[in-house]
T-cell receptor
């Protein structure tokens, strides 16, 4: 049962423009959400997180938005850079999954010149 | 901060042998470490949760006798794949979490295992 879903397997964006990655979840007990970036044959790198008591968290070029009523979060990257080309994973924890992360399937981002 | 290392980064072994993978938290004490497995073009699958000084908790479908986990100290957890077979070939990744980092997990670089 996939509790965290990333429905877009890939995203292509032009350098300098905004990248918007989406993530939906089904478990209303989730209260902590994270985004990770992953290059091939490497471990995921933590990007940004958000607690359910907030609806927005910003760190440099990365902003995460959380819509609890819609069980939806998104990651905005602006401006997009070639080094941002990677797979981005959304993850969530809380409730029965407290302490464990449930991962989405990932979205491959390609930033073109 | 929050650096996690894994060793080895890549290992090739013969079928039937055992392979040990180390996961270390370099600049923080990890009360909990996690072991994941990733198949090509798929998401990370949690295999087990390792708490320092206690037995690991395995996810459903993961054989605890095949994937031995030891978390002997606050900075080291090991995963031993016993009697490895070709179907065990995969990318194994560990992560670590300390009380100070809340629920954020920091990942190691991964270990590519190829069983011939």
């Amino acid at each position: 049962d996939q509790q965290v879903k990333q429905n877009s397997p890939s995203l292509s964006v032009q350098e300098g423009r905004i990248s918007i990655l989406n993530c939906d979840y089904t478990n209303s007990m989730f209260d902590y959400f994270l985004w990770y970036k992953k290059y091939p044959a490497e471990g995921p790198t933590f990007l940004i997180s958000i607690s359910s008591i907030k609806d927005k968290n910003e760190d440099g070029r990365f902003t995460v938005f959380l819509n609890k009523s819609a069980k939806h979060l998104s990651l905005h990257i602006v401006p997009s850079q070639p080094g941002d080309s990677a797979v981005y994973f959304c993850a969530a924890s809380g409730g029965d999954s407290w302490g464990k992360l449930q991962f989405g399937a990932g979205t491959q981002v390609v930033v073109t010149p | 901060g929050a650096v996690v290392s894994q060793h080895p980064s890549r290992v090739i072994c013969k079928s039937g042998t055992s392979v040990k993978i180390e996961c270390r938290s370099l600049d923080f004490q990890a009360t909990t470490m996690f072991w994941y497995r990733q198949f090509p073009k798929q998401s990370l699958m949690l295999m087990a949760t390792s708490n320092e000084g206690s037995k690991a908790t395995y996810e459903q479908g993961v054989e605890k006798d095949k994937f031995l986990i030891n978390h002997a100290s606050l900075t080291l957890s090991t995963l031993t794949v016993t009697s490895a077979h070709p179907e065990d070939s995969s990318f194994y990744i560990c992560s670590a979490r300390s009380g100070g980092t809340g629920e954020t997990q920091y990942f190691g670089p991964g270990t590519r295992l190829l069983v011939l």
